[in-house]
């Protein structure tokens, strides 16, 4: 009955509730000519068996589904079902922001263990309650270490997801802050010798990403003893989160802001997602969002309350560490079902099965097109550089329920034809070997056509 509306008996005690007689009494104030007083133009109502009958109808038209080779940020990853069933329950799907701890236990501890995990996975001391998503996650970052340094100045690697640094272009619009942009080299990393002329004392922090936007893990260590020699600080983004199963945390790094999609959230169209900011305990009090801390009442029990909520709703708008943040409860829930679920142990092998998926796809694609950025470890995402038009082959590869990789002239035309390819647990053997093929047959063609007299290539024009 939850979503059925109210019987003719309850409507008639609401109406005396308020002193009418009818429904229409209660919009007499508005003049008659305004009022809709026909039946909407719409189909009839529709009873539920209907209704199922109808989706599946409508599902079957999408087929068996598509296997997908899209990441750049947002990562197919197999969700348990247990994840449903849990944020279903009403305790956490209609709870709203803990500030009365006597009646938020639950809610609160579940949180205090996503920090606690999220602060594991990333080597840091502390984590928030989660925010919006991974991009304005990184720009928080960028203004946190602004504020604690006092500077600024921000460099931000060009192998950074552009996306992210769109944002933060925003967000840097009307803060005086100048961003600088430092190129990739052929190995897909940050140009070191070119960073080192760029950081000065002015700067306030380095963002880097890694795994980085084509897959190639940086050298975080190297960049962070750069960063901190010139006094400033080291922001890491992490847009693959299962990443961490098996790539070394960045521990080196002052302030990390992630996006914890892949772990049990739903690709959803772009969002909700969940935005994570992870840092050393001793810059916590900068940290946008919400923290919620393990204390202990009169009687010694354990109990947890919010801790930190250093945003405009909560203090002096001054004072605030943001005005836009906010904590993604339920979607950071999934993320902490996931964890739970996997394990340390289970998140390892998930990322190995991903490398695994990865090498395989790299050694056959690199057998007929150019593999790009190989001269550094990647994770599940490489580059492939093709002679024809990789939204071309894509086109092809639908005809074949399969989502091509992406192609990368929108952010990089110098790279050409190059498009970046993700494998997860979820891309099959066969899969990969029939896109391969696709792209192979490609390059042949492409090639024997290359090869043809010129007076034919005119002629056929």
Not at 51 to 72: M, P, Y
Not at 192 to 213: D, G, M, W
Request: hydrophobic content about 40%; overall charge neutral; charged content about 20%.
């Amino acid at each position: 009955m939850r979503y059925l509306p109210k019987s003719p008996s309850d409507r008639k005690a609401m109406l005396q509730a308020v002193g009418v007689d009818s429904i229409d009494d209660l919009f007499r104030s508005i003049p008659s000519e305004y009022r809709l007083t026909r039946d909407l133009r719409v189909p009839r109502q529709m009873a539920e068996s209907e209704i199922v009958d109808w989706f599946r109808e409508r599902s079957r038209e999408n087929g068996d589904g598509r296997a997908s080779f899209l990441g750049a940020g947002a990562y197919s990853h197999y969700r348990p079902v247990i994840i449903d069933a849990l944020i279903s329950r009403g305790e956490f799907l209609t709870a709203y922001t803990p500030y009365q701890a006597e009646v938020s236990q639950g809610t609160l501890q579940s949180i205090f263990e996503f920090q606690t995990m999220i602060a594991e996975l990333t080597g840091m001391e502390v984590a928030n309650a989660s925010m919006y998503d991974g991009a304005t996650a990184t720009a928080e970052a960028v203004l946190m270490a602004v504020r604690l340094t006092g500077r600024r100045s921000v460099v931000a690697a060009e192998s950074t997801h552009p996306e992210y640094r769109e944002v933060l272009a925003t967000y840097a619009l009307h803060q005086a802050m100048p961003l600088s942009t430092i190129p990739f080299t052929d190995t897909g990393r940050i140009n070191v010798a070119a960073l080192e002329k760029a950081v000065t004392r002015e700067t306030a922090c380095v963002l880097l990403q890694s795994p980085n936007f084509f897959g190639t893990i940086e050298d975080v260590a190297t960049i962070a003893e750069l960063a901190h020699a010139q006094g400033a600080m080291l922001v890491v983004a992490v847009s693959e989160a299962v990443a961490l199963g098996i790539v070394e945390p960045p521990r080196s790094a002052d302030i990390v802001a992630m996006e914890a999609q892949s772990l049990g959230v739903p690709l959803g169209f772009g969002g909700p997602y969940c935005g994570v900011i992870a840092t050393r305990e001793q810059y916590v009090r900068q940290m946008p969002g919400r923290l919620v801390g393990e204390t202990r009442d009169r009687q010694g029990k354990r109990g947890f309350v919010l801790t930190l909520a250093t945003r405009e709703q909560h203090i002096r708008r001054e004072k605030a560490t943001s005005n836009i943040c906010t904590n993604q409860a339920l979607i950071a829930l999934m993320v902490n079902i996931f964890m739970a679920v996997y394990g340390k142990i289970g998140l390892k092998e998930l990322a190995r099965q991903n490398l695994a998926k990865s090498a395989y796809a790299v050694q056959q694609f690199s057998q007929h097109t150019k593999l790009l950025f190989s001269g550094a470890p990647r994770f599940n995402e490489f580059v492939i550089q093709t002679g024809e038009d990789p939204h071309a082959i894509n086109a092809r590869l639908l005809g074949h329920k399969i989502v091509g990789g992406f192609p990368l002239n929108k952010f990089y035309p110098q790279l050409g034809n190059a498009s970046l390819w993700c494998c997860t647990e979820l891309t099959s053997r066969t899969v990969i070997d029939t896109a391969v093929g696709h792209v192979a047959d490609s390059e042949r063609s492409l090639g024997s056509r290359e090869e043809m007299p010129q007076e034919v290539v005119r002629c056929d024009a």
